[in-house]
Every structure is written in C-alpha cells, then in structure tokens.
C-alpha cells in the first residue's frame, strides 16, 4: 500500500490538535490523529473570558455560541483564610464558560474536518524516522499498519508527549498534583454560575455547575500523600465536600448527587523541553502542562494550537526562525504561569506544617 502523503500531521484531536488542525487546514494537507474514535468524558471545563477573543480570530466564535454551553460570572473562593468573589463584570471580554467539554471537543474536530483536515481515529504513531523532506511516520490503526510521509510534526497528545519525546525531547514534570473527581447531579436550588474553589488542609477542591443541571466535583492533592488514596473510594469525594464550610454548604442547596463512580487524573505542572525543532512542534499540555488551579489549560491549548499551526506554517513555507521563535513564546509563557502559580498558592498558609502547602511555600 501507498505512504500517505501529507504536510503536517498532528496526533491528538483534544482543543490543541484540533485548533492546530482547524488553522492549517484551509492552505495545507493535514492529517489530524487520535486514539479515541470520540472524545470521552472529561474533567476541564472552565474556559476563562479571554478565550473569546482567540475563538472570534479563528472564526468560531459565533458557532461557539450555538454550542449551548453555560456562561460562568466568575470566581467564589476560600483561599488564605479569606472568602472571596471576583466576577467578570468588569471583564472587557464578558464571562466566561463552563463547557460541557465532550461536547466541546467533538465540535473542534468537526470544525477541523470542515476545514479540510483528514480525521483518523482510532490511530496513533507507532515509529517515527527522519527522512529527507520531512518524517516517515508508521500508524497503529485497527486495520493494521499504515505508511505516512509528513514534513511537518505536531505533537498534540496531552500530558504523555509520546510524540515530541519519541523526537528526543524531555518531560519535566514540577510537582506531583492529581485530581480525584467526579460528576453529579444539582437537584434543588439553582446555581448562580460562579466556579468554587475551596482551600483545605491536604490539598484544594473545585466545583462548578455545568449544562444541564450537572455538576462536577473535584479534590487535588499530591499523589504520594495518605489523601490521595482515598481519591478513588465512592462516596469519600461527596462525604469529604459535604463537611466544608463553603462548598459543603453550597452542595447542600443545589442537592448534589453523585452519578458516577470518582476517577483520577493527573494534574502536576510539567513541561517538554525542548517543545519544537526543526520539522516539529509540541503544542496545549504536550509543550506545557498547567495546574488546574491555573484554570488556563484550555486557553493555553487554543493559543498554542493556533500559534503552531502558524509556526508550522512559517517553517513549511521556509522561515528558518519559525520554531525558535515558537520556542521563545512557549518559555514566556511558561515563566509567566510559574509566577503567578507560586503567588497563589504562598496566600495560602493556614497549614504550614502540612506536606501539602508546605511544598508550596516560597523558599
Ligand atoms: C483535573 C483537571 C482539571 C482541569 N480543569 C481545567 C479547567 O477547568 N479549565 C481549563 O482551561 N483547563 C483545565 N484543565 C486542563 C485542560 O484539560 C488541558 O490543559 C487541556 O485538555 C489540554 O488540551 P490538549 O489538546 O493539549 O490535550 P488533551 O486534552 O489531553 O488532548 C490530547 C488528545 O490526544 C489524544 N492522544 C493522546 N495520546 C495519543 C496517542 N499516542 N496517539 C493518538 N492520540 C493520542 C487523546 O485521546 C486526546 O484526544 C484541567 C486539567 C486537569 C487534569
């Protein structure tokens, strides 16, 4: 059988791959990869104000809207010892979004494969080799092995990086956050749209109301302390939320029950270094993964995306500053979260002997 022949391939069609995808596809030949045949149910579904403006400069933003997400006004947390509300009123870009974020996903493939990218799902890359023009690039699909010949590499796969570190690259990761979470139901009053975060001795909780009267809940904590084997335990989640003093009694009057057993997820800041070289790009959590706390995974992932594709873009066209350039951007983006990542958690110091916050003091 024939290699297939493209000019950028990209594997993994979460938000990076897909806006990634979506941006080169009018000019290039794309091929756009994923291991999952469709998004599956995911933790991540704050998208903060200023997504909007990416959105409206890749053309999506009026489709965006039909999508039927739920506006998010802002923020109520217990953080320091403090209660406090911060709302977007005040926000040139207006509120924000609590995504129904499968949803969200499957809607940013769909606009890649209307721009013209070709989607293969399930598929990923099996082996990678150097070729004159470009890479040779073996494919795992169920019907068996496939040939491609690309010039240009993306790597969009998430926190794993395979592909960016099957190039050489390094994953750096920065500390050992993970997430116990979950899904329920609000069955009494209505929620007024703000995300919650609430402070705690072994860690941070999160929640927030999303489409459909659903709701999702979350604990963050370190991997390798006693809490995080509880993470897993059904019912500890909603038992341990239901004694705060916030959130508990926020739970209490939307009448939240859990629908579905706790899952874990991998939330540590971590970075790939290098994140693009000559021929490829890594882009979203595969260059720079951030800490939920951060709430900026998503948008990092659009920018990125579209920031790649325009680098990939450059490089195709003979730029030869297209990926240095690209690798600047990543590493300013990255000092800037490190800074404001260790401001937010040096305000939190009710439990200064605690593993947790003690890791998180400023030296
Ligand atoms: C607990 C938690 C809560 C979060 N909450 C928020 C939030 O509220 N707001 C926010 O903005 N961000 C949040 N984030 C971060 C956000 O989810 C990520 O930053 C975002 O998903 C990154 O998008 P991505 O496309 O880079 O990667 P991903 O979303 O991980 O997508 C990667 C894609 O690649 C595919 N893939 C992986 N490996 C391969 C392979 N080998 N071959 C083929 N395909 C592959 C996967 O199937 C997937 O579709 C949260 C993260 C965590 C862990």
């Given at each position: 059988?024939?290699?297939l022949?493209?000019?950028v391939?990209?594997?993994?069609?979460?938000?990076?791959g897909?806006?990634?995808?979506?941006?080169?596809?009018p000019?290039?030949?794309?091929l756009?990869l994923?291991?999952?045949?469709?998004?599956?149910?995911r933790?991540g579904?704050?998208?903060?104000?200023?997504?909007?403006r990416l959105?409206?400069d890749m053309?999506?933003?009026d489709?965006?809207?039909?999508?039927g997400?739920?506006?998010?006004h802002?923020?109520r947390?217990?953080?320091?010892g403090?209660?406090a509300?911060?709302?977007?009123?005040r926000?040139?870009d207006g509120?924000g979004?609590?995504?129904?974020r499968?949803?969200f996903?499957?809607?940013?493939r769909?606009q890649?494969?209307?721009?013209g990218?070709?989607?293969?799902a399930?598929?990923s890359?099996?082996a990678?080799?150097?070729?004159?023009?470009?890479?040779?690039?073996?494919?795992?699909?169920p019907?068996?092995?496939?040939?491609v010949?690309?010039?240009v590499?993306?790597?969009a796969?998430?926190?794993?990086?395979?592909l960016?570190r099957?190039l050489?690259?390094?994953?750096?990761?920065?500390d050992?956050l993970?997430?116990?979470w979950l899904?329920?139901?609000d069955?009494g009053e209505a929620?007024n749209?703000?995300?919650r975060?609430e402070?705690a001795e072994?860690?941070?909780?999160?929640?927030?109301?999303l489409p459909?009267?659903q709701?999702v809940?979350?604990?963050h904590?370190d991997?390798?302390?006693a809490?995080a084997r509880?993470?897993?335990?059904?019912?500890?989640?909603?038992?341990?939320a239901?004694r705060l003093p916030?959130?508990?009694a926020?739970?209490?009057?939307?009448g939240?029950?859990?629908?579905?057993?706790?899952?874990?997820?991998?939330a540590?800041?971590?970075?790939t270094?290098?994140?693009?070289?000559?021929?490829?790009?890594?882009?979203?959590?595969?260059?720079?993964?951030?800490?939920?706390l951060?709430?900026?995974g998503?948008?990092n992932?659009?920018?990125?995306?579209l920031?790649a594709?325009e680098?990939?873009d450059g490089?195709?066209?003979?730029?030869?500053a297209a990926?240095?350039?690209?690798q600047?951007a990543?590493?300013?983006i990255?000092?800037?979260?490190?800074r404001?990542?260790?401001?937010w958690?040096?305000?939190?110091?009710?439990?200064p002997?605690?593993?947790?916050?003690?890791?998180?003091?400023?030296?």
């Open positions: 059988m024939s290699a022949e493209a000019d391939l990209i594997q993994g069609a979460g938000p990076a897909a806006c990634a995808a979506l941006n080169l596809a000019f290039r030949r794309v756009l994923d291991r999952q045949p469709a998004p599956p149910r933790i579904e704050s998208l903060p104000p200023a997504a909007r959105l409206a053309g999506l933003w489709d965006f809207l039909r999508q997400h739920r506006p998010c802002g923020n947390s217990v953080w320091g403090l209660a509300e911060q709302d977007f009123l926000d040139p509120h979004w609590h995504l129904d499968a949803r996903e499957l809607w940013l769909q890649a494969v209307e721009r990218a070709a989607l293969l399930p598929a890359a099996a990678v080799a150097a070729e004159d023009s470009g890479w040779r690039v073996t494919l795992r699909t019907a068996g092995p496939r040939q010949h690309a010039r590499l993306i790597d796969g998430g926190r794993a990086a395979t960016a099957k050489g690259a390094r994953r750096q990761p920065g050992r993970v997430c116990g899904y329920g139901h069955r929620d749209g703000l995300s975060i402070a072994h860690g941070w909780w999160y929640s927030a109301a459909d009267r709701r809940l979350a604990f904590t991997a390798d302390l809490a509880r993470l897993r335990e059904p019912g500890w989640l909603v038992d341990a239901a916030e959130l508990g926020l739970l209490h009057r939307t939240f029950a859990a629908a579905m057993p706790a899952e874990l997820a991998a540590h800041s971590a970075r270094s290098p994140a693009a070289g000559p021929g490829w790009f890594a882009v979203g959590d595969a260059a720079l993964s951030f800490d939920p951060s709430s900026q998503l948008f992932a659009l920018y990125t995306g920031a594709a680098a990939a490089s195709l066209n003979g730029d030869a990926v240095a350039d690209y600047r990543l590493d300013a990255g000092a800037a979260y490190r404001h990542l260790d401001a958690y040096g305000e939190e110091r009710r439990w002997t605690a593993t947790f916050w003690r890791r998180r003091q400023p030296a």
